[in-house]
């Protein structure tokens, strides 16, 4: 009797053991998921800072949702050095923190080139979409400067599922050329401001994006005519500004409440025919 008390004893004593790891464990795992979350919601400038002196930080550093890369948020002063080196830091910091980021919960990117473009660069920015457009993206965007920036947005990207999760593409200063086999399932909102892309281009990708709610158009002047399908449901907000080129706007969404379309002076713009 005896005997069996001891074991019943022993046997408790361990389950209440592994009981108080198992609340250990799972405590920790909370604090973890709360750093990280507290992290998440820090601006990139301040989550990096807070990634040097936190091994916690470091750790959730390298799966940061939100990489927002400009002049400004990468701490780089024009003025106290000369410009070719501006861009030149620029393009190795970015480097440096998309080779260290694992991919893994990247929900946001914005991409601000405010120093001169070109077409050597595009090796940087191929490398970085492709580590960045992953399924689980959400908000994309690319600003080049200047308009001459001849970069093409690489599509391929996009295809086999990998960009349905995207709901806010938003493409300044580049190419973007579209075919009939992309579709972004999940876009509800595009903004493409002086891109190079045709009216039929937009269409294979409008015709394939029935989640879109906005469509917006600047200065895109290479579209002659806009046809936007009855496919597109939910789309309720449309906007159209200095696109010189355009003659034809024919919008079958049947749910467009919000519609602005504005002629910019600066463009040689002439409208035959408007339909809503």
């Not at 690319?142 to 001459?148: D, K, M, R, W």
Request: net charge positive; hydrophobic share 40%; glycine share 4%.
């Amino acid at each position: 009797m005896l005997l069996m008390f001891l074991f019943l004893q022993s046997k408790s004593a361990i389950c209440l053991h592994n009981f108080n790891d198992l609340v250990f464990s799972l405590l920790c795992l909370c604090m973890q998921d709360i750093w990280h979350h507290i992290h998440s919601l820090m601006p990139m400038r301040d989550a990096a800072r807070a990634a040097c002196v936190s091994r916690s930080f470091l750790h959730s550093w390298r799966c940061h949702p939100n990489l927002n890369f400009s002049k400004y948020t990468l701490g780089l002063n024009e003025s106290a050095c000369q410009k070719d080196e501006s861009a030149r830091f620029f393009y190795i910091k970015v480097d440096h923190i998309l080779k260290k980021h694992s991919g893994i919960g990247l929900k946001k990117l914005k991409i601000q080139i405010n120093s001169d473009y070109s077409a050597k660069d595009s090796c940087f920015l191929n490398r970085w979409l492709k580590k960045a457009v992953t399924p689980g993206i959400e908000e994309l965007t690319l600003i080049l400067v200047p308009f001459s920036a001849m970069y093409n947005f690489p599509c391929s990207l996009l295809l086999n599922g990998r960009g349905d999760s995207i709901r806010y593409l938003h493409l300044t200063c580049c190419s973007f050329r579209p075919t009939v086999t992309l579709g972004l399932r999940g876009l509800t909102r595009l903004h493409l401001c002086l891109v190079r892309i045709t009216g039929d281009e937009l269409g294979c990708l409008l015709s394939h994006s029935l989640a879109l709610e906005q469509l917006e158009l600047r200065n895109c002047d290479r579209i002659v005519c806009l046809k936007v399908p009855r496919l597109l449901q939910r789309l309720n907000y449309l906007e159209v500004r200095g696109c010189a080129k355009l003659k034809v706007i024919d919008n079958e969404a049947p749910n467009v409440s919000s519609f602005t379309f504005e002629e910019t002076a600066q463009y040689n713009y002439h409208s035959e025919k408007l339909c809503k």
